[in-house]
Every structure is written in C-alpha cells, then in structure tokens.
C-alpha cells in the first residue's frame, strides 16, 4: 500500500525514515545499563555526600536527584539533541539504541519534531548543566540553591508540558502500540513531573519563608 | 503552480488554509488599539499603586509591566490558542485581526504548529492570571512575590526559547516578507525576552540575599 514504510517499527506507519537501521540491543540490556548506571551515580553521590558534615538525608537525597537527572539530560538527551540521524546508525551504539526503542513510545523523536527537538535542546544545553551545579550548591549550603533547584525543575515541568500538549494537539497517535505508550511515554516520563512538582513546591516555601524572615528583620531596623 | 495557495498572504506558500478570509482592518488599526488599552491599563496601575503607602517606584514600574503582559497572555493569546480557526473569521473580529496580521510574521500561527498552540496555551492559562497575581503580590507585599515573578518571568523565557528554537529547527522561512520578520517575529517578542531577563536576574540576586540573611539567622540561632 503506497505511503506504508514497513523499514521501521514506529507509528504513525506512514512516517517516512529512509536508510533507518533497526536496533541492534535488545529492550532489557538498553534499560540494564541505564539502570545500573542509574543506580552506580546515585549510590556514589549518597555515600560521599554521606561523609561530609550536616548534610540532611532528603538534601542528600535531592543531591543524587539532581545528579541522576544532570547526566541523563547532557548525556541521554544530549545525544539525542544533537544527532539528526541517530535512527540511521548502524553500529550498536548504546546512545542511537537508547532512542531507536523509545522512539517505540513517541515517533517524534525519530521524525525530529521540531517542538521535541527544542525542548530537548534545552533540557540537554541548560537544564543538565544546571543540575549538575544544584548538586554542587546543595552539597557547599550555597545561598541560590533554593532558586536554583526551583528554576531548574520549573523547567522540567515547563519542556513536559510543551511535550505532552502538543503531541495531544497532533493527535497523540505516536506509540507503537499500548504497551510502548504506557510504557515509554507515559511512565518513564512520569519521574520528571512527580519530583520536579514536589521540589518547585518544597522550593517556593522555603524562598517565601526566607522573605519573609528578611521583611521582618528589615522591620525591626526601622 | 500546483500547491500554491493564492487565497492567503502567509509564507511558505504552499501552506493549506481551506476558507481564509483576508483581515479587514490595516495595520495602524490594530497597533493603535493595543497601543492605546496598553497605556491606558498601565496609566490606571501606575496612579492607583501611586496613591498606596510604601511601594517603590520600580514596583510600581513591575506592577504596570505584570498587568500589561497578564492582559496581553489572557485576552490576546488565549484566544489564539482556543479559536482554533481564527483565519476564517467572517466578521471583523478584533482578536482573529491581530492573528491574521501577526502570522504575516509567522505563519505558524495560522497553520497552528503544535509548538507554538501548546506553549501560548500554557502562556495565556498559568502565565496570564499568575501575573495579574504578581500584581496584587507586589502591591500587598507578599512574602511570595519574587518567587512567583521569577517563576512566570522564567517560564516566558522558555516559552520564548522554545518558539524560536522550534521555527529555526524548521527552516525560519514563516515571514511573509523581512520587514514582517523583523518587525512582529523580532521586535515584537523583543519585550519578552528583556524585560523577564532582568526580572529573572532581580529575583534571583534578591532570593539569594533573603536566604543568606535567613542562614545567617539559624548560625546566629545555635
């Protein structure tokens, strides 16, 4: 049937992808390296955090959050930013594989999405940088860490909005199958609107207790 | 010349508008009536936050910018991003007018780019009332006033990011001419992309002060 590209595993089915190459991994080892490294730079940041004086178990916490997310938004998405032809790799090159089977959930980043690649962009140039400082700035009480994590995981809320909405606009006919939408779109999305929203609403108390802590003192000068 | 379209001023020219009605009122119309509410809503702030006790001019300053741009997100850009068929506007509707004149500038309005509806989407309903919000914060002086303008400045700043990134991935060829180009896609967008940087910056230096004074306060405390 004409506009049928049977090439590659993706839907829409009519979406056009020449010289795609299949994945070469299969889903379990592309997730148990993510996993394993995942739990490698946590397990590090909890322990030597651990030996550095008064720091409190949910900074400690945020601190192998910001580090956990950092590295995959320079690394992961990084990649993905800058690799206009990932899906036509043909060595098993894990980053290339990582997006080949998430494209499984969401088409549009093997189509290149104009929206998707920008929010990618961003996340991957500013946001994984400045995570990785937020770590920095909780682990040394430096006094923007509060505005930092805040800006930094409004941001994440702010690219999972754009991305969520306008695939809804598109029609929200990119995943697979069921599975791959629940799966890949839906649930490993799901991290970066759950903990960005708790620490944004744990941020803004904290900032707003501050303030006012800084209104009274200015008060009491007068 | 198959796929081109006459019946629209918009560029690319082979963009499909089915049943597009030209815009009826010129230019200098449409510019005047923004201008003119525009002042008038910043006049009305400027004097009634003139007459409460204790605001400083460059609050009062904030709180004209916040009322112009909440009304701007809310009125304007709301209903680009729920009139999804503005272009074919029979009447002359002030509201379709503006989008028809804008999309000289950028045609992603009237094709509707996924991109562009989800971010004026998210920018007329959260960004719209929570800056008519920051005009009562900064009016009564809430604890909670610099986190919320660097929260909506900071968004505008992504939201713009995101539109420009988004057109440029695409080719940047939306101008029905360079002097639409540079003066609705440029120097029209040109405010949003100033005036929250330094909102951005003014939040983020005085947050930083309130926290220091806070941690100060719990040394002092032990």
Same mark, same amino acid.
């Given at each position: 049937m004409a506009g049928i590209d049977t090439s590659h595993p993706y839907v829409p089915r009519d979406l056009h992808l020449p010289d795609f190459v299949p994945g070469f991994l299969p889903q379990s080892t592309i997730l148990a390296v993510y996993g394993l490294s995942s739990f490698l730079v946590v397990s590090l940041v909890w322990l030597i955090s651990g030996?550095?004086?008064?720091?409190?178990k949910i900074d400690r916490l945020l601190m192998c959050w910001w580090a956990f997310t950092g590295l995959t938004h320079i690394i992961l998405e990084g990649y993905f930013a800058f690799?206009? /032809?990932?899906?036509? /790799?043909?060595?098993?090159?894990y980053l290339a594989e990582v997006w080949k089977e998430y494209s499984k959930g969401d088409s549009r980043y093997a189509a290149r999405d104009a929206g998707v690649v920008a929010v990618e962009g961003i996340t991957a140039v500013l946001e994984g940088p400045a995570s990785l400082l937020a770590v920095y700035a909780i682990g040394t009480k430096k006094p923007y860490n509060f505005i930092l994590q805040f800006a930094i995981s409004l941001g994440q809320l702010y690219g999972l909005a754009v991305y969520f909405i306008a695939s809804y606009l598109e029609g929200?006919?990119?995943?697979?199958?069921p599975y791959y939408y629940y799966a890949y779109y839906i649930a490993a999305n799901a991290s970066w609107s759950v903990i960005p929203l708790l620490i944004v609403i744990r941020c803004w108390k904290k900032i707003s207790a501050a303030s006012q802590v800084q209104d009274q003192k200015k008060s009491k000068a007068r």
């Open positions: 030996r550095a004086p008064k720091i409190s690799s206009t /032809e990932f899906y036509k /790799e043909k060595t098993p090159c929200d006919n990119f995943a697979a199958s």
